[in-house]
């Protein structure tokens, strides 16, 4: 089930708690937990409902600006029925706590074990450890540059690093990937712990602000939301690559965590 960025940290927050999709037949279960940018979102139902039965609290609930504006979005693929599915954010995603627990020496043993079955069973050769070293040597690098440099098509590489994602050993950034603690332990072991540069202090920037912002704000040497913080909306929409959207999701995550943008601090 897609969900917009937006709606997610409106889910996030307790804002919207009700999505409409036309389906053939339902996508989702109830109980279903759904890992995305922003944590799990749990289905809480699922149910089928007429068109005409919709109200201005299902717009509210569901992020649309009004009952109309619900019903335009719904206005396609009309030989679909209208499902009600009600959503919940039920916590963080626990793949971020397990990449910051460094395993034992057991467990890395349990780990090396597991990524010589996936190497074992790839169609394309060995690949596991090529592609947690080439993340821990260029942390948030684009991944179609990562993967033309191991020879990859990028999107079948992709995917596998989402299989190391699932054990915790890589982390994706707003561009790119790097190594958990956890992903570093498991490259260190057998042999001396790799130099590496420390690792950036501050909660890294929201991948929902896209590549372009992230980009314009690297090059501003603004890594983080706390440095963003220091910045007006004024003086980020001055900069190629952050538009409106952008800032609207910069003030979202800054605002869940009790923080604002410089020129908005003080306003009530």
């Known amino acids: 089930m897609m969900i917009r960025p937006a709606e997610l940290q409106a889910i996030r927050s307790g804002k919207i708690d009700l999505a409409f999709r036309r389906w053939d037949r339902p996508r989702v279960k109830v109980g279903t937990r759904m890992r995305t940018g922003v944590g799990l979102v749990e289905v809480t139902s699922v149910e089928q409902v007429a068109l005409s039965s919709l109200r201005a609290d299902d717009a509210r ?3 649309a600006t009004s009952l109309a504006a619900l019903r335009e979005a719904l206005a396609h693929r009309t030989d679909r029925p209208v499902f009600r599915v009600g959503l919940a954010f039920a916590g963080v995603d626990p793949r971020e706590q397990l990449r910051e627990t460094v395993p034992s020496a057991e467990e890395i043993e349990s ?4 990524l ?22 260029s942390p948030g690098v684009r991944a179609p540059a990562l993967a033309a440099e191991l020879g990859r098509e990028t999107l079948p590489w992709k995917a596998d690093v989402r299989k190391l994602k699932e054990k915790g050993l890589t982390e994706s950034l707003a561009i790119g990937y790097r190594l958990s603690p956890r992903g570093e332990a498991v490259l260190d072991h057998g042999g001396p712990a790799r130099e590496r540069a420390p690792r950036p202090e501050g909660t890294p ?3 929902s602000i896209g590549a372009p912002a992230t980009r314009a704000l690297r090059g501003l040497g603004v890594t983080t939301l706390e440095q963003v913080a220091a910045w007006s909306a004024s003086d980020l929409l001055a900069q190629h690559g952050v538009g409106p959207v952008a800032i609207t999701r910069l003030r979202e995550v800054l605002a869940e965590r009790g923080g604002s943008l410089a020129d908005e601090a003080h306003q009530p």
């Open 111 to 114: 780990i090396l074990a597991w």
């Open 116 to 137: 010589e079955r996936l190497d074992a069973a790839s169609g394309h050769g060995p690949w596991t450890r090529a592609t947690l070293e080439i993340i821990d040597r």
């Open 205 to 207: 920037l929201p991948r």
């Open 61 to 63: 609930r569901a992020g």
